[in-house]
């Protein structure tokens, strides 16, 4: 899962879980000939580009709160650097910069077409484009893309950031490799580079999303040269639109454009303003501030507005239109443990599917802003997902009844169990509060247990053996897609083999061989609307199964500055702003 | 008196090591009784799948197989002399001081910590200087005129101050002066040296929410003090000899009344520049404080242990300047 | 130490009206103690307030049962979804059903929860008291009444401990400690954890104050004559000079309690204390905050309930004080 928000929490960590950003209306674009000025209001910019401009010059200012992972390209995992890195680091492929669905669509940036897979689906090539350049004007080769790869996947003492899915996917060498710091002679044998720009990846098994995997920063090249390792983030070379004029580590970083990009080698970005700063380690008062006044464009983070600001721009109108209220691509959700007696049950399952008041659960949350109710596994801007409901309660406040009638299926009276959440996220306890009320109505004596956020997945909710010692029966749980698709949202929840025996995600373990089959052939299939069709099915399967109460789909609450141009909310980016294009409109 | 400084000096270094050691020892045991092994904390700073052969590459590159007085003679040797890692092609160096690198980031500490000290020095010199001319003042005139009105409201007052939250008096202030009546509103940290108008302007609520609680207890202090001394023998001498009352007040009174106060000073000063970390929490100031709160969610143990040390530091500091101050100005203290 | 509010204990004896047909009878030094103490208004009111304190404290479980109140029960009724799960109404949703208002997401009653709160916080405060005064007690006799390498040991023992930052200490303990440890969880250990970071770095303080005393104390009379009568260190330890430390350890003790309630809640406060849903004052607190312009009304009721604590034993340690040592005024 890639950490979309609320990264850098404090100790008292708000989880305060929105989104501003940039504002329109008023249109001050030169380009009025897109559809961005005239539908602006609210939510205008999760259907369109809004402030849609070709206008040069000006500051664009980013503000975060607290500190990135890394402006690293291989050593991050958060979607707002995923997002913004690709200003100075070009991936093979990228994101469509559009709103709404077409923000989905995938498109070739470093590499001139998209991958062509070999007959068996077993290998990848991609051709790069000519006259690819660096900002030192070197010229940009197939190599550095493999070495890229390999420093991000195969060092992990040393960037320890980010996933791993090439070390898992890519044929390993004979005697395992050891990565390019420790190995310095040696390389990946499955990556090869015939020539310096073409560059083929052997993978052990099929996998159709490919594609979607070299979008990711990890791929965008990185000269060996150049590589210092850990300290590499002091020093990026760029080689997209923009490059660093200055870094400040927790600080500020401060890019200007780079002179050796080459428009002609680029059919997406537009290089529109004279500066880009990113501030770190504003309060997030202050970056809402900020946006409201202009001084700021975007708030990187995209986690969301203070409730406080949130509370005041709800109550005006005229700031209301200025707002987009966002899917994030996430899945807010209560995972239930199928090997935890009596959860190991089915009917016990369905007891607590129908007990939960999901509006309860909801307002917690922070209420429709925050999130829509949820009822699939597959939230609504995933390509694949499907509407459908098996557990209907009236207006989703749940149904003490049918919980009852599920649990005497069950033969049980009540249950006592422990249900885990995460102590800095202050949301995600008062939704569990909320659960635990409901379940207590039907006889279900829920204890809710907290353990520190980064040792959740390692240690206590993502280990099975300690669910098991301590009878955690029920799970809170967010979950977001690496990368748009079912296979990139479902695989790591619900594919039996994904289970580990610590950092687990399939928190429910559930090994269904149906679903992995389903899985599987979702993964070598060719054919996008039948994945597609597959990630439904797995989606119903698994609700069948009753082992994932969804709660919510979590919502991004974003502010629109009128000073921001090319405002476009996409999924591809957990809802964020698309950060390719956003230029000044001072 | 040369003699002396080197003593005190020298033992307050020896302070430091005990405290070092102890601190060491103390996060060095600290996790394994929350259960957790070597390789566990290791795979902390891999990220995801952890392998076990990267782990043991952790384990030996921060040495962390190895046994306490090893690790903590490594520590000490780092501090002075430097050290080496590898996070990269090469072995990156650690500068001295070497507090070592961040599991989370890779990056040294003390470059880091150093950074964030100017936020709370400022924060605790502007708040001191306050606490101070506040506090000693209202005590002086309160004793000097006991039950008077004077004495009853600010006696009063100072008893509310004591008896207030720092992060409440904070938030209010806060609720009043940055949101009711927005007169000052985006309080950012600003450098002394960029714009010294907007460093004052952006610390004057951090600093009144500290001082107020800090002047509270220095008001009742100096009185208390100040009622005792003034009640002394030879004041009654000072008087007979016909002295006027503002020298018998200065040069008698206060003189011996601020001795403690200065004792008690030194600590709260030390205590606040290893990080005010309520207020700056608050506040929201990027200090020291904030960094420890930081580093400890993360479960960073070098940076928790740097930021630590440092505030060990500063304690030990102050209190040895107290030390020297006295021996400066009082010759008896050189002698016990 | 610090000098009380009121002046009332620094009265001459002779001037205190008594009645005139008093008669002459010998006081102990606890009668004459009462005496000033009782003329000491503000400490008096700081006692009556203490001992409310105390009693809801200790009856917060049987008055919740009593009238019904449950700090955890949800009314998400009274909030407003649509605005991010705030309070309708004003002051913070406060109506007859809920004097004080209710919090936001979850709309719990703030008066149950505060109730609730007051023997969470009064409990760490007298453990972790409680823990350093024992401590501190045993320790500082034993410095000051066998003097010598024993003295030396302690008193150094002393200064590390007061040379470390007391507040990063219990932070990084409770963090680390948080999900369990010791075959504890939850809500236990929590207070446990608190008791043990708060009690155990704060005893040198008690433990200098009673070495002083003990010096003073080990040189008199009485000592000296239960020492030649053949009493062994441990008698006379405790004995002889315990009694006579009573009053000390008394008066540090009512003003420790308010440091140590600030304290817990400033853990609280930065997330470290006691953990939702579990009401307590400085958890109150940390969430309040997050609303102090929406919903100040919120951000207050924690706020006053410390406020007022605090206070009610800082006048009564006060009072105590100057009536067990006059001179101290």
């Known amino acids: ?586 | 008196m040369f003699a002396y400084i080197i003593r005190r000096i020298f033992a307050a270094v020896i302070l430091l090591l005990v405290v070092s050691a102890v601190t060491f020892a103390i996060f060095f045991l600290l996790p394994r009784f929350a259960g957790e092994t070597a390789d566990q904390l290791a795979a902390q700073y891999i990220g995801k799948n952890p392998s076990p052969e990267a782990i043991a590459a952790v384990k030996q590159n921060l040495g962390l197989d190895q046994p306490l007085y090893a690790q903590y003679w490594n520590f000490l040797k780092g501090l002075v002399s430097g050290a080496e890692y590898k996070f990269g092609p090469e072995p990156a160096t650690c500068h001295v001081p070497c507090f070592g690198y961040s599991f989370k980031n890779h990056l040294e500490v003390w470059p880091e910590l150093s950074k964030r000290i100017p936020i709370t020095v400022s924060l605790a010199a502007g708040a001191a200087v306050l606490w101070l001319v506040s506090g000693v003042a209202t005590g002086v005139v309160s004793a000097l005129k006991p039950r008077s009105i004077f004495d009853r409201i600010s006696m009063g007052v100072a008893l509310a101050g004591v008896s207030l939250p720092v992060f409440f008096t904070g938030a209010l202030l806060l609720t009043l002066f940055s949101y009711e009546w927005p007169i000052l509103d985006n309080l950012q940290y600003v450098d002394f040296t960029d714009n010294p108008l907007m460093w004052a302007r952006n610390l004057i609520l951090p600093w009144i929410s500290l001082a107020f609680l800090y002047s509270a207890l220095y008001a009742r202090l100096t009185r208390a003090g100040m009622l005792e001394t003034m009640s002394e023998d030879y004041i009654r001498t000072a008087r007979a000899k016909g002295l006027v009352e503002r020298k018998v007040v200065t040069r008698h009174g206060l003189r011996a009344a601020l001795t403690p106060i200065v004792t008690i000073f030194g600590m709260d000063l030390g205590l606040l520049l290893g990080g005010a970390l309520i207020t700056e929490q608050v506040f929201s100031l990027q200090g020291v404080g904030q960094f420890a709160v930081q580093a400890i969610s993360d479960n960073d143990l070098p940076k928790i242990l740097g930021v630590t040390l440092l505030a060990a530091f500063f304690i030990v500091a102050c209190n040895l300047v107290v030390d020297l101050l006295y021996a400066l100005v009082d010759p008896r203290v050189r002698l016990s | 130490m610090t000098a009380s509010v009121t002046t009332a204990g620094n009265e001459p004896e002779a001037a205190a009206p008594d009645g005139p047909a008093k008669k002459i009878e010998g006081r102990s030094l606890g009668q004459i103690a009462w005496t000033r103490f009782k003329r000491d208004k503000a400490a008096v009111a700081g006692g009556v307030v203490v001992i409310l304190l105390i009693l809801l404290a200790v009856l917060a479980k049987p008055i919740e049962s009593l009238f019904g109140l449950d700090p955890d029960a949800l009314h998400q009724d009274l909030l407003d979804a649509n605005l991010g799960g705030l309070p309708l109404g004003d002051w913070g949703g406060m109506s007859l059903d809920h004097p004080l208002g209710v919090d936001p997401l979850q709309g719990r009653d703030l008066l149950t929860r505060v109730i609730e709160g007051s023997w969470v916080s009064l409990l760490v405060a007298f453990g972790a008291t409680l823990l350093s005064n024992t401590i501190g007690t045993v320790l500082g006799i034993m410095a000051g009444y066998y003097g010598g390498w024993v003295d030396t040991l302690i008193s150094r023992v002393m200064d590390v401990f007061l040379a470390f930052p007391l507040l990063l200490f219990a932070i990084a303990i409770s963090t680390s400690l948080q999900g369990g440890a010791f075959g504890l969880h939850g809500l236990p250990l929590h207070m446990m954890v608190l008791i043990f970071v708060i009690g155990f770095f704060n005893w040198p303080y008690m433990g200098r104050i009673v070495r002083g005393q003990t010096l003073s104390l080990r040189e008199r009379e009485f000592v000296h004559a239960a020492r030649s009568l053949g009493a062994r260190g441990p008698f006379i330890l405790f004995k002889e000079l315990l009694p006579n430390l009573v009053g000390p350890i008394l008066v540090y003790s009512t003003l420790l309690i308010p440091t140590n309630i600030l304290f817990e809640a400033g853990l609280s406060f930065l997330g470290v204390g006691i953990q939702p849903p579990q009401a307590s004052w400085g958890g109150m607190l940390q969430d309040a905050i997050r609303y102090y312009q929406v919903d100040p009304q919120y951000m207050v009721v924690p706020g006053l309930a410390i406020f007022i604590t605090v206070l009610a034993f800082n006048l009564l340690g006060d009072g105590l004080r100057d009536a067990l040592d006059p001179k101290s005024n």
């Open chain 1, 1 to 586: 899962m890639r950490r979309s928000r609320t990264v850098a929490l404090t100790a008292m960590a708000a989880a305060a879980v929105l989104v501003v950003t940039g504002c329109s209306s008023s249109s001050k674009s030169g380009d009025s000939s897109s559809s961005s000025a005239a539908g602006a209001g609210a939510d205008a910019a999760t259907k369109n580009i809004v402030n849609a401009s070709d206008k040069k010059g000006g500051t664009v200012t980013f503000e975060m709160k607290g500190t990135p992972d890394s402006l690293d390209p291989g050593n991050t995992y958060y979607a707002y650097i995923y997002n913004f890195s690709r200003l100075y680091a070009r991936p093979l492929t990228t994101f469509n910069p559009a709103a709404g669905e077409d923000g989905n669509k995938l498109v070739p940036d470093l590499a001139e077409s998209m991958g062509q897979p070999s007959a068996d689906g077993l290998s990848w090539t991609y051709k790069l484009r000519k006259g690819l350049k660096y900002d030192d004007g070197t010229p940009i080769t197939s190599k550095d893309v493999k070495y890229a790869v390999e420093r991000s996947n195969f060092a992990p003492d040393v960037n320890s950031n980010g996933p791993t899915y090439f070390h898992d996917l890519l044929v390993d060498n004979p005697t395992p490799y050891a990565g390019p710091y420790k190995d310095k002679e040696g390389d990946l044998k499955s990556i090869e580079t015939p020539d310096d720009t073409t560059i083929v990846f052997h993978l052990q098994h099929p996998f159709a999303d490919f594609d979607y995997l070299v979008s990711a920063p990890q791929t965008a090249p990185v000269p060996q040269a150049k590589d210092t390792g850990a300290d590499y983030v002091k020093h990026i070379v760029s080689s997209g639109s923009f490059k660093f004029e200055s870094y400040e580590d927790g600080k500020q970083a401060t890019l200007v454009p780079n002179t050796n990009w080459d428009k002609s080698t680029d059919p997406i970005r537009k290089q529109l303003p004279d500066k880009i700063q990113l501030k770190m380690n504003i309060d997030q008062a202050t970056i809402d501030k900020d946006l409201l006044a202009g001084n700021a464009q975007v708030d990187l983070v995209g986690g969301g507005v203070d409730p406080q600001t949130q509370a005041q721009i709800l109550q005006n109108p005229k700031l209301k239109a200025k707002t987009d209220n966002a899917y994030g691509g996430r899945l807010v959700y209560l995972a239930i443990n199928s090997k935890v007696a009596p959860f190991d049950n089915v009917e016990c399952r369905k007891a607590v599917q129908f007990a939960i008041d999901k509006v309860s659960v909801q307002t917690a949350e922070g209420g429709p802003i925050r999130g829509q109710i949820a009822n699939t596994v597959l939230p609504p801007d995933i390509p694949g997902h499907q509407d459908f409901n098996l557990y209907e309660t009236k207006d989703n406040k749940g149904d003490e009844a049918k919980a009852k009638d599920a649990l005497k299926a069950c033969g049980k009276d009540g249950i006592n169990t422990v249900l885990s959440a995460r102590t800095e996220r202050a949301t995600e306890v008062a939704a569990a509060t909320s659960i635990q009320a409901a379940l207590k109505k039907v006889g279900i004596n829920a204890e809710i247990q907290q353990y520190p956020q980064g040792k959740y997945l390692t240690d206590s909710a993502g280990a099975p053996q300690f669910t098991q010692d301590h009878n955690i029966g029920l799970m809170m749980m967010q979950w977001g897609a690496d990368w748009p698709t079912g296979y990139g949202f479902l695989q790591q929840v619900v594919d039996g083999r994904a289970i580990k025996a610590s950092g687990n995600s399939n928190l429910s373990q559930l090994n269904d061989p149906s679903v992995n089959k389903l899985i599987d052939d979702a993964a070598v299939n060719p054919d996008k609307a039948a994945r597609e069709k597959i990630y439904g099915d797995i989606d119903k399967k698994v609700m069948e199964q009753a082992v994932i109460v969804p709660l919510t789909y979590f919502k991004v609450f974003l502010y629109r500055p009128d000073s921001a141009t090319n405002l476009a909310s996409t999924p591809a980016f957990s809802g964020e702003y698309d950060y390719l294009n956003i230029g000044s409109a001072k």
